[in-house]
């Protein structure tokens, strides 16, 4: 299992990014894919995910209205365009997926109980 994850960068506030993770050794067909995030000094904490099922999204509280999840399935990728950032939005930014459940559960799910973690990629947001 590989998660490649892109597209990271700095932005000011009120600007977009979109991230893309490709998927490899597995489907997105058959198991969910999602973004958590990590700031420094903070828990790593679930963002968004997208379930394998039936392609529904779940997102955060605090990402809700401002970013979106989707999937190529024909690329096996998943994005995460993100909108109207803001400074508390500055993390490293993680692919993931795990093989049990279909991820409509995850952000309800400690991080370390998810198995399959891509290396992450920056979002820094300034003022």
């Known amino acids: 299992v590989q998660l490649q994850a892109s597209g990271g960068g700095s932005v000011q506030s009120g600007g977009s990014l979109r991230l893309s993770c490709v998927a490899s050794?597995?489907?997105?067909?058959?198991?969910?894919i999602g973004w958590f995030r990590q700031a420094s000094g903070k828990e790593r904490e679930g963002v968004a995910c997208?379930?394998?099922?039936?392609?529904?999204?779940y997102y955060a509280d605090s990402v809700k209205g401002r970013f979106t999840i989707s999937r190529d399935l024909s690329k096996n990728t998943v994005y995460l365009q993100m909108n109207n950032l803001k400074p508390e939005d500055t993390a490293v930014y993680y692919c993931?997926?795990?093989?049990?459940?279909?991820?409509?559960?995850?952000?309800?799910?400690?991080?370390?109980?998810?198995?399959?973690w891509g290396k992450g990629t920056l979002v820094t947001v300034s003022s």
């Open positions: 050794g597995f489907s997105l067909y058959n198991y969910g």
């Open positions: 993931v997926t795990d093989f049990e459940g279909d991820g409509s559960r995850w952000l309800e799910t400690s991080w370390y109980r998810l198995d399959y």
């Open positions: 997208i379930s394998s099922s039936d392609g529904s999204t």
